[in-house]
């Protein structure tokens, strides 16, 4: 049973305009949720996170936003860059595990 | 600071042998825990540690065994590999599973035939 639940295998966007990413969750106790970038042939690097007491969380390009009522959590690059092309995954913390979505494959458009 | 470094990068097996995937951090990080990844399937949990000599298992455990005798240190081995094992395998650890991040490895290609 999936957890954590990307439901958008992809998305394209054009360079300089708004990429939003997708992600649903099933459990109400989940208090903590991470967004992750992932290259080909690369690790997973951290990109922004957000606690469950917070609603929205801004890092330069990246805002993460959580509504808490409809279990979703969404990223907001803005404005997007072909860098920006990768796999994103969401993420939260259970019990002594970091639980993932399926990810995003982003493709920026240049 | 090395962060997370796993090796091999890439290996070929052939089904039945056994092999160990090493993982080592040097963040001083209590928690550890070993990914696959295939397609369609994002990140799965095999097995984790949340210390030195406590380790538990995942969400697809079978036919992998853990060991964490040093902080610093958490291998994975592979028992008896199968095609189903084909994956690509990260390591990644954190500082407290409580909200921190983890750092994750470049990541193991392993291809069993």
């Known amino acids: 049973d999936q957890q954590v639940k990307q439901n958008s295998p992809s998305l394209s966007v054009q360079e300089g305009r708004i990429s939003i990413l997708n992600c649903d969750y099933t459990?109400?106790?989940?208090?903590?949720f991470l967004w992750y970038k992932k290259y080909p042939a690369e690790g997973p690097t951290f990109l922004i996170s957000i606690s469950s007491i917070k609603d929205k969380n801004e890092d330069g390009r990246f805002t993460v936003f959580l509504n808490k009522s409809a279990k979703h959590l969404s990223l907001h690059i803005v404005p997007s860059q072909p860098g920006d092309s990768a796999v994103y995954f969401c993420?939260?913390?259970?019990?002594?595990?970091?639980?993932f979505g399926t990810g995003t494959r982003l493709k920026v458009l240049a | 600071n090395a962060g997370v470094t796993q090796t091999p990068k890439f290996q070929v097996l052939k089904t039945g042998q056994s092999m160990t995937l090493q993982c080592a951090q040097d963040m001083n990080h209590e928690y550890m825990s070993w990914y696959r990844q295939d397609p369609g399937m994002g990140l799965r949990l095999i097995h984790y540690s949340v210390g030195a000599g406590i380790t538990d298992q995942g969400e697809v455990p079978n036919g992998y065994n853990v060991s964490r005798s040093t902080t610093e240190d958490f291998p994975l081995r592979l028992l008896s590999a199968a095609p189903s094992q084909t994956s690509v395998y990260f390591c990644a650890s954190s500082y407290s599973i409580s909200l921190t991040e983890a750092f994750f490895g470049q990541g193991t290609r392993l291809t069993v035939v």
């Open positions: 459990n109400s106790m989940f208090d903590y």
């Open positions: 993420a939260s913390t259970g019990t002594y595990k970091y639980i």
